[in-house]
């Protein structure tokens, strides 16, 4: 590999031993993601950078792909290959609206059975709200909604139409916590996954509810799509070395999410999902009961958090979905 590229170990247990699964040739997303641009593929010079190896790590059995791109290429994916228009069409999809007015459903019902009281300050926090449609669903009198976005179009695009939304998350001056927090279809782009999500942790109120979606990769659907490519088919779109550098399954998000001090939970019956029971990649979550009483960073006033986030910032820099 050369300098276009960093050298990732694995996200979630660090560990530097994995198995190769495949070279992830471009020509196989490329064909199945109508929203990159072609004619910028062939100009750009990116079909001359190696095959990223995806690999599957010999200790916790997470995959994921063994280097991203440097900061120049991804801009280069993320400004001129994705295609603003077409990105952007996809949030007028009548299923993508109902599929928005379903978790904002389950996230504010949960919120107003928990603490009827609250209905008048419920503040909600999305990282990577791309377009801003889930943020403009749940806009609502007494819902404050705050939303980080790294791709400037997007970002442009959100604060145009009156949402409140930030590059960072070092720049949010909200002095409060969220009551609510999203991340759909993020996890998955961020080269340091764990770190992104303990970072967040300080922003949370002790009661929040949380939804995560990433795409779903069970090891049966990840062995088919490498099947798939060896027969000369073609892969799912979500097999994009470009963009997707984490490959989640129901277990192994459940691992990371509960390694991270939570739970995840079925906000109708309230109950708490056990690994066993996990059977896709989108859920919600909240503190565990031993994070709530033992984490020092939940404590914090917020004007002491500000501080130590100051002192703390280089450290916990990371890298958001672009
Ligand atoms: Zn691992």
Request: glycine fraction near 4%.
């Amino acid at each position: 590999m050369n300098e276009s590229f960093i050298e990732r170990d694995c996200p979630l247990c660090k560990s530097k031993k994995y198995k190769l699964l495949l070279h992830i040739d471009p020509a196989h997303f490329i064909k199945t993601n109508l929203s990159l641009n072609t004619s910028v593929i062939k100009e750009c010079g990116i079909l001359n950078l190696p095959h990223i190896p995806l690999v599957k790590c010999k200790k916790c059995k997470f995959a994921y792909t063994k280097y991203g791109l440097n900061n120049r290429w991804l801009s280069v994916v993320y400004n001129e290959i994705i295609s603003a228009e077409k990105s952007k069409n996809k949030i007028f999809q009548h299923s993508k609206r109902l599929l928005n007015l379903n978790i904002w459903n389950q996230l504010y019902s949960y919120v107003l059975k928990r603490d009827p009281s609250s209905f008048d300050s419920i503040h909600l926090l999305e990282h990577g709200c791309g377009w801003g449609d889930f943020l403009s669903v749940a806009s609502s009198h007494g819902v404050d909604c705050t939303g980080i976005e790294t791709d400037k179009r997007k970002l442009d695009f959100c604060n145009q139409n009156g949402l409140n939304v930030y590059s960072t998350f070092e720049e949010i001056n909200s002095g409060h916590r969220f009551d609510i927090f999203l991340a759909n279809q993020v996890f998955e782009h961020l080269s340091e996954p764990v770190e992104s999500l303990l970072a967040m942790k300080p922003l949370l109120s002790t009661n929040f509810i949380g939804y995560i979606s990433v795409p779903y990769y069970s090891d049966e659907k990840l062995q088919q799509s490498i099947k798939n490519i060896a027969h000369g088919q073609l892969s799912d779109k979500n097999l994009n070395s470009w963009e997707h550098l984490n490959y989640f399954s129901p277990q192994l998000l459940w691992k990371f999410i509960n390694n991270c001090g939570f739970e995840i939970f079925n906000p109708t019956t309230d109950q708490t999902i056990p690994k066993r029971k996990m059977v896709n990649t989108s859920c919600y979550f909240r503190f565990n009961s031993e994070s709530k009483s033992t984490d020092p960073n939940l404590h914090f006033p917020m004007l002491f958090y500000r501080f130590y986030q100051k002192l703390t910032s280089q450290k916990n820099r990371f890298v958001f979905k672009h």
